[in-house]
Structure formats: structure tokens, C-alpha cells
């Protein structure tokens, strides 16, 4: 059984928290490992599990990458899409990367939350059984609600097995109202559409193509025109574009003969808004759920949360407050389905905060834009040991490093310069230059640009160990 890591997801419902090129599978909002780590470490004990693959945005493989990296997985493959066009198609690129068309892949969203583990891993035991018998597997929740956000799965005729509960499919339904989901819960046939699959990678790919093979060879062709750079499969994008974009339910499940639901009752929630996140979070005597320096008078029923600086709040009541560097957001709880709205005003007015934190990672390391103004900007940078920035050039703007903590190598107009702890170096406009850390220990440096123009776009990369040449 292949895990395959479904990772293409914006989040944008969980602004300021999860932005663009930071969305919240790789944020630990729930436990102390991120939402993808904890993917695959739920997985830990199911036995003849193969390196996963994983399927993500080109923006975020070095994220990607890092994540897995730090739960000691080395993946098969990461597959980086040019441009999102759904699951079905980050599905049959998973597909036809497994080795064998006898491979069973186990298809995960990496934003869930699963509370139950030890029934997770039995129902995945039990999906790994259908999917021997050619069947497409999906796995139902079983609803505690008469939830309208979710989209329904009826059961329909049992299949017989005395070691567990499954049913063919009689139909994938859409969110309902809140009346037909009442009398969905009522009939105790339906189950919410929990979006992870269990089936044979050449079952799938027979029944994709039999209902939409262009995207089939559109895949092919992406696949086979793709690079390959380290771990990672870089597809095609003027090939990939052409592909169409649509959900595994809307190409396969609602049309195969071949689909069965297992019912799963594991404590199940795809965080998928704020209040969603207050659920399945640890709360005080008075129903808050709090993250960070924060403190409260007379408040309840409240997700607050603080990336930094002290938030105190009196006399609230179902609110959700996030406080980080550069935003705040304040909604009720009831309302935290319109904060996508506030994402859409950013990214009309082209505002960076739709897309970027303040702090911003890069494949090096990070660094923190702590002061901005007309004609300067100061970051804190942080490198890792044995990591190094491209060879690069800037038009509009110079710089100044002031070394805090660490030994910076500078490499500046074919000149090298180790440069210490309380030391400096000046890089004029339009000079050739590096900077790595020889290091064991990060390097942490205070940066100045001053120029005409500060963007991070005015930069002319020579040489990169990350590709981005």
C-alpha cells in the first residue's frame, strides 16, 4: 500500500493563519507536528506501507520536502503541479508513478484531523482488503450531525464480510440544506464524503479512462514530458494546463459500478473553518480555546489565538481573534465561512497578505521583513547550517548584512569573505554575490536594502542549488 499525500489545498478559510504560499497543511494547528506530518504519522503500525508520494504545488516542495524530511520519511516521489486542476488528476499522476498496477494507494488529504487512530488503521486494513477484490474504496464518516457542509454518500447494498461493515455505493450526493440533511442522518443510510480513497492503481486508471481519457493522456504526456530534480517530479506545465480539472468523485467514483463505502468512526474533521479548528481544540473552564499569550476576563466560547505579542480580551463571547505579524482578524463564530471574503478583498487589491506572511520561507531558511518604508526594508535572515542563497544580482536595490549569531561565507564579485559574529559587509547595487553558511549552528543576520525598488522580484540568479535558475 502506497500513502499518497494530497496536498494542493490554499486554505484560505483559515486566514491569517494559512495564506498562499503557506496553507494549513503545513502548519501545526492542532498538535506539535503540521497537518501533513501528521498525514503520515497516523499511519505508523499498518504494516507493507512503500514511501509515500506526495502531490503539491511547485510553490511548496522545499516545504514539503523539509516536513517529511523532519519525521524521518524520504518520500518516493513529489509531485509538483504547475497549476491545481483538482484531485482526479494529482490522483492519476500518483497513479502512474506507482511501480506496479497492482499497488493499492491509500489517498489522503493532508488537512485532516483524525482523533482515533487505532480505528483509522483498522478501517485502512479493511478498505486494503476491498481493493484486493478490484474495488474503488471510499471511506464514509459516520455523521454526528445534520452537517450542510459536507457532501453525502449513500450506502447501498452490504457487502458480506463478517469481518467488517462496507457497502456498494448508491450514489455520491451533494450538500444538502439543512432539512434533507436532517432526514439524511434519520435514515442512518448516509455518511459524509470524507475525500480518501483506497484502490489499485490500474483500477483506477482503467475506470479514468473509460470515463474521461483525456485527462488520462493528458496525465501521461505530463508525466512523461516531466523533469525529475532530486525527489522531486516537476510536470509540464504548458502540457498539465491542458488538463481537465475535476474532482475523483465527479470523474470515477459517481460513475463506476466498482465503488464501496466503509463506514469511519474515528473522530474525523477536515478543519475546514475557524469554528471547525475551536472543535477539535483543547479549551479552558469557559469553552476558549487558546493558543499563545493571551489572557481573558469574563470571556467564553472563543478561539484566540496569538503568534506573538499579548492579546487580552474582556467580556466576549463565541468569537474567533487571530493575532500575527502583520494581521488581525476578528469574526464571529457563526460567521467564519465569509473570512474567505476578506481573502478575495485582499487579492483584488493585489495585497501581499492574501498570499505571504511576514515571515517567508525559502529553501535556505527564512527570513522576517520586520520594517518597511519608502526607500528601505530590514529583514531578519536565517540560514541554515550548510545552506546557501544563489549567486545573484539586484538592479534597484544594495544591501547591508550585519552578522548576529554564526560565521557568514560571502562571496562578492568573485571575492570570498568570512564575515563573524558583530561583523558587517556591504553589497553595492548591481554586484555579483552569494551568502552560505559554513557553519553547524544557523546563521542569523540583520539585512538593510535601500534602493528605489525593493521587491523580490529584482533579483538575476546566476547559480541555485534549489533550481530556481
Given at each position: 500500500?502506497?500513502?499518497?499525500?494530497?496536498?494542493?489545498?490554499?486554505?484560505?478559510?483559515?486566514?491569517?493563519?494559512?495564506?498562499?504560499?503557506?496553507?494549513?497543511?503545513?502548519?501545526?494547528?492542532?498538535?506539535?507536528?503540521?497537518?501533513?506530518?501528521?498525514?503520515?504519522?497516523?499511519?505508523?503500525?499498518?504494516?507493507?506501507?512503500?514511501?509515500?508520494?506526495?502531490?503539491?504545488?511547485?510553490?511548496?516542495?522545499?516545504?514539503?520536502?523539509?516536513?517529511?524530511?523532519?519525521?524521518?520519511?524520504?518520500?518516493?516521489?513529489?509531485?509538483?503541479?504547475?497549476?491545481?486542476?483538482?484531485?482526479?488528476?494529482?490522483?492519476?499522476?500518483?497513479?502512474?508513478?506507482?511501480?506496479?498496477?497492482?499497488?493499492?494507494?491509500?489517498?489522503?488529504?493532508?488537512?485532516?484531523?483524525?482523533?482515533?487512530?487505532?480505528?483509522?488503521?483498522?478501517?485502512?486494513?479493511?478498505?486494503?482488503?476491498?481493493?484486493?477484490?478490484?474495488?474503488?474504496?471510499?471511506?464514509?464518516?459516520?455523521?454526528?450531525?445534520?452537517?450542510?457542509?459536507?457532501?453525502?454518500?449513500?450506502?447501498?447494498?452490504?457487502?458480506?464480510?463478517?469481518?467488517?461493515?462496507?457497502?456498494?455505493?448508491?450514489?455520491?450526493?451533494?450538500?444538502?440544506?439543512?432539512?434533507?440533511?436532517?432526514?439524511?442522518?434519520?435514515?442512518?443510510?448516509?455518511?459524509?464524503?470524507?475525500?480518501?480513497?483506497?484502490?489499485?492503481?490500474?483500477?483506477?486508471?482503467?475506470?479514468?479512462?473509460?470515463?474521461?481519457?483525456?485527462?488520462?493522456?493528458?496525465?501521461?504526456?505530463?508525466?512523461?514530458?516531466?523533469?525529475?530534480?532530486?525527489?522531486?517530479?516537476?510536470?509540464?506545465?504548458?502540457?498539465?494546463?491542458?488538463?481537465?480539472?475535476?474532482?475523483?468523485?465527479?470523474?470515477?467514483?459517481?460513475?463506476?459500478?466498482?465503488?464501496?463505502?466503509?463506514?469511519?468512526?474515528?473522530?474525523?474533521?477536515?478543519?475546514?473553518?475557524?469554528?471547525?479548528?475551536?472543535?477539535?481544540?483543547?479549551?479552558?473552564?469557559?469553552?476558549?480555546?487558546?493558543?499563545?499569550?493571551?489572557?481573558?476576563?469574563?470571556?467564553?466560547?472563543?478561539?484566540?489565538?496569538?503568534?506573538?505579542?499579548?492579546?487580552?480580551?474582556?467580556?466576549?463571547?463565541?468569537?474567533?481573534?487571530?493575532?500575527?505579524?502583520?494581521?488581525?482578524?476578528?469574526?464571529?463564530?457563526?460567521?467564519?465561512?465569509?473570512?474567505?471574503?476578506?481573502?478575495?478583498?485582499?487579492?483584488?487589491?493585489?495585497?501581499?497578505?492574501?498570499?505571504?506572511?511576514?515571515?517567508?520561507?525559502?529553501?535556505?531558511?527564512?527570513?522576517?521583513?520586520?520594517?518597511?518604508?519608502?526607500?528601505?526594508?530590514?529583514?531578519?535572515?536565517?540560514?541554515?547550517?550548510?545552506?546557501?542563497?544563489?549567486?545573484?544580482?539586484?538592479?534597484?536595490?544594495?544591501?547591508?548584512?550585519?552578522?548576529?549569531?554564526?560565521?557568514?561565507?560571502?562571496?562578492?564579485?568573485?571575492?570570498?569573505?568570512?564575515?563573524?559574529?558583530?561583523?558587517?559587509?556591504?553589497?553595492?547595487?548591481?554586484?555579483?554575490?552569494?551568502?552560505?553558511?559554513?557553519?553547524?549552528?544557523?546563521?542569523?543576520?540583520?539585512?538593510?536594502?535601500?534602493?528605489?525598488?525593493?521587491?523580490?522580484?529584482?533579483?538575476?540568479?546566476?547559480?541555485?542549488?534549489?533550481?530556481r535558475v
Open positions: 500500500m502506497i500513502p499518497v499525500i494530497l496536498s494542493g489545498g490554499s486554505g484560505t478559510r483559515l486566514w491569517p493563519l494559512s495564506r498562499g504560499q503557506y496553507p494549513k497543511q503545513f502548519l501545526c494547528l492542532v498538535t506539535g507536528n503540521t497537518m501533513v506530518q501528521e498525514t503520515l504519522l497516523r499511519l505508523q503500525g499498518v504494516p507493507n506501507l512503500q514511501p509515500p508520494i506526495a502531490v503539491c504545488n511547485e510553490d511548496h516542495r522545499f516545504m514539503m520536502a523539509d516536513q517529511l524530511w523532519q519525521i524521518g520519511v524520504k518520500p518516493a516521489a513529489i509531485i509538483l503541479e504547475p497549476v491545481g486542476k483538482n484531485t482526479a488528476p494529482a490522483v492519476a499522476m500518483a497513479a502512474l508513478t506507482a511501480k506496479s498496477a497492482d499497488d493499492i494507494l491509500l489517498i489522503l488529504p493532508a488537512d485532516h484531523v483524525v482523533d482515533d487512530q487505532p480505528a483509522f488503521q483498522l478501517a485502512v486494513e479493511h478498505a486494503r482488503k476491498l481493493a484486493e477484490q478490484d474495488k474503488l474504496v471510499t471511506f464514509g464518516i459516520v455523521p454526528n450531525e445534520p452537517e450542510t457542509g459536507y457532501g453525502y454518500i449513500k450506502a447501498g447494498t452490504p457487502i458480506q464480510d463478517k469481518a467488517f461493515k462496507a457497502f456498494d455505493v448508491a450514489a455520491f450526493v451533494e450538500k444538502p440544506d439543512l432539512q434533507t440533511a436532517k432526514e439524511y442522518l434519520a435514515t442512518g443510510e448516509y455518511y459524509w464524503n470524507s475525500g480518501m480513497f483506497a484502490f489499485k492503481a490500474g483500477v483506477f486508471l482503467r475506470e479514468l479512462e473509460k470515463f474521461n481519457p483525456k485527462m488520462l493522456q493528458i496525465c501521461r504526456e505530463a508525466l512523461q514530458t516531466a523533469q525529475t530534480d532530486l525527489d522531486f517530479v516537476r510536470l509540464d506545465k504548458e502540457v498539465f494546463s491542458q488538463c481537465p480539472s475535476d474532482s475523483i468523485d465527479y470523474a470515477v467514483m459517481e460513475k463506476t459500478d466498482a465503488a464501496a463505502v466503509i463506514p469511519l468512526d474515528a473522530g474525523w474533521n477536515d478543519v475546514g473553518s475557524w469554528s471547525a479548528l475551536w472543535d477539535v481544540t483543547s479549551k479552558d473552564h469557559a469553552g476558549n480555546a487558546i493558543k499563545g499569550d493571551v489572557l481573558t476576563v469574563d470571556s467564553t466560547n472563543s478561539f484566540i489565538h496569538s503568534s506573538g505579542r499579548l492579546v487580552a480580551v474582556v467580556g466576549i463571547d463565541s468569537l474567533i481573534i487571530v493575532d500575527t505579524d502583520d494581521a488581525i482578524m476578528v469574526v464571529a463564530k457563526d460567521r467564519v465561512q465569509d473570512v474567505k471574503a476578506i481573502v478575495d478583498q485582499l487579492k483584488a487589491s493585489k495585497r501581499s497578505e492574501a498570499h505571504m506572511h511576514r515571515k517567508v520561507y525559502r529553501p535556505w531558511g527564512h527570513y522576517d521583513s520586520v520594517d518597511i518604508g519608502d526607500r528601505h526594508q530590514t529583514k531578519r535572515i536565517v540560514v541554515k547550517p550548510g545552506a546557501k542563497l544563489s549567486v545573484q544580482k539586484h538592479h534597484h536595490r544594495a544591501e547591508h548584512w550585519v552578522v548576529v549569531r554564526g560565521t557568514a561565507l560571502v562571496q562578492k564579485d568573485g571575492d570570498s569573505f568570512l564575515v563573524s559574529e558583530n561583523e558587517s559587509i556591504y553589497i553595492p547595487l548591481g554586484s555579483v554575490h552569494s551568502l552560505a553558511n559554513p557553519g553547524v549552528i544557523p546563521l542569523e543576520m540583520v539585512e538593510v536594502q535601500s534602493g528605489s525598488y525593493l521587491g523580490e522580484d529584482d533579483i538575476v540568479r546566476y547559480e541555485d542549488n534549489y533550481g
